[in-house]
């Protein structure tokens, strides 16, 4: 903290400072909002946020939160949602329950299939010490949409993974497939639908289709309330 100091005590005598690297912006913003220097705040945040990346923000979105950034927080946000699916998960495991429930309710969500999703929720879930309350489990049980997975996943894997084996987290499970069962038909998501992922997943028109299921019944009568995104393929010459 000794160079954050040294950069405040500079900007406060001669209204500027500079650093040395990147990795003093966080410390000095910190030390910043002890001393209460908004402007020498601002100016942090504001380049904190510009340099958001996959591995930064998360940090960033939950620096944000401690220090009542709005602008920072929203482009934190913003980042972390579009990169879910590639987050590595040193990142992953250290986003907070709240934030995580946001994520998993949002519908512009960027991830490769639903799930894929349920997976890196597993993981948050194994890493967490102590584990998550029942009731804590259950908030992301319920915002996790099911009707978008196979029925055979749905057999395997969810209801066998250990964040599943609550009463709370069984009811939430069973309130969002209940809901989805009674949804209007053409509004229904049927739980044996696959999708398809179209060439452009960009822009919010641009969302996976579904086709007949080649079992069971019901049909994807509306776009799934996540933007899909299509595994890189790397292709050698």
């Not at 903290?1 to 005598?13: E, K, N, R, T, W």
């Not at 209204?15 to 002890?34: R, T, Y």
């Not at 028109?205 to 080649?214: G, I, L, N």
Request: aromatic share 6%.
């Amino acid at each position: 903290m000794g160079a954050a100091f040294s950069a405040v005590l500079d900007f406060m005598y001669l209204g500027v400072c500079e650093l040395v690297d990147d990795s003093l912006l966080v410390p000095v913003l910190e030390a910043a909002s002890l001393l209460q220097i908004q402007s020498l705040i601002d100016l942090c945040a504001n380049a904190i946020a510009e340099r958001i990346s996959l591995h930064s923000c998360v940090g960033a979105w939950a620096l944000a939160e401690r220090h009542e950034l709005p602008s920072l927080a929203v482009a934190a946000q913003a980042q972390t949602r579009a990169c879910f699916g590639d987050l590595p998960l040193k990142a992953l495991v250290v986003i907070e329950h709240h934030m995580l429930c946001a994520l998993l309710a949002d519908d512009q969500l960027v991830v490769q299939s639903e799930e894929l999703l349920f997976e890196a929720v597993e993981r948050w879930y194994a890493a967490q010490s102590p584990p998550p309350t029942a009731d804590a489990t259950a908030e992301l049980v319920e915002r996790i949409r099911f009707p978008l997975m196979g029925q055979t996943f749905v057999n395997d894997k969810v209801l066998a993974a250990p964040m599943m084996q609550t009463l709370p987290a069984s009811k939430a499970l069973a309130k969002v497939l209940l809901a989805n069962m009674l949804t209007p038909a053409k509004y229904r998501i049927g739980m044996n639908i696959k999708l398809r992922v179209p060439h452009c997943v960009a822009c919010r028109p641009c969302r996976a289709r579904a086709r007949k299921p080649e079992s069971g019944s019901g049909y994807l009568r509306r776009r799934p309330r996540r933007v899909y995104t299509a595994p890189q393929v790397s292709s050698h010459s």
